[in-house]
Every structure is written in C-alpha cells, then in structure tokens.
Nanobody, 119 residues
Framework: QVQLVESGGGLVQAGGSLRLSCTAS????????MGWYRQAPGKQRELVAT???????NYADSVKGRFTISRDNAKNTVYLQMNSLKPEDTAVYYC?????????????WGQGTQVTVSS
C-alpha cells in the first residue's frame, strides 16, 4: 500500500521559513514526479511546485524566488523549503507523487500538513 508521510508544517510569522518533507513508501515501480499542492479555505487546490525524476522543476508564479523544491531519490523523499512566507501562503499543503508501474501512471496524495503564516 502506497503511503506518503508529510511533516514540517506549523505556525510561523510573516517573513519566516518552514521546510516540508514527504516520504513515499510501500510502492512498486518508480517515481516519475513528486510535488506539493496547497488548498486554502474556500479555494481550490493549486500547484505549488513539482520536480521530475531528472530534476527539472516547476513553480507557481506566486512562490517563485521564495520556495525551493528538492528531492532525495534514494530516500523517495521530496522537500519544500519555504522562505519569506506571507499570510497568503496559509493553507493545507499536500504532497503528490506520480508512480509509474508498467504502462500506468498513478497519482497518490499525502494527508496534508497545515501551514499558517501570521501577519
């Protein structure tokens, strides 16, 4: 059974930093891409950042220059370093991974971790 375990959320003042991590386990096949999404109250879930197995990254415009995504392939772990946090970054952050098994690519999600930025 595939599991994504997230950690690192919390409460921080504006301008502060947090680091999220997410480790995938219990899967067969290989990880194609990993990423982070977030959902604020009353809003749709949105992409924050993704990183492919080769290392290429993609960021939402709202976090470019402030957030950095990285991964440790040996540990099946993805990180999100969040700097210069703003109150509008407050949301539940979800880890996502795309697993390749044969010809199939499947999405898996973590349980979410709350990030709250106070002004």
């Amino acid at each position: 059974q595939v599991q994504l375990v997230e950690s690192g959320g919390g409460l921080v003042q504006a301008g502060g930093s947090l680091r999220l991590s997410c480790t995938a386990s219990g899967f067969r096949g290989s990880i194609n891409a990993m990423g982070w999404y977030r959902q604020a109250p009353g809003k749709q879930r949105e992409l924050v950042a993704t990183i492919r197995s080769g290392g290429s990254t993609n960021y939402a415009d709202s976090v470019k220059g402030r957030f950095t995504i990285s991964r440790d392939n040996a540990k099946n772990t993805v990180y999100l370093q969040m700097n210069s946090l703003k109150p509008e970054d407050t949301a539940v952050y979800y880890c996502n991974t795309k697993l390749v098994s044969g010809f199939a690519v499947n999405d898996y999600w973590g349980q979410g971790t709350q990030v709250t930025v106070s002004s």
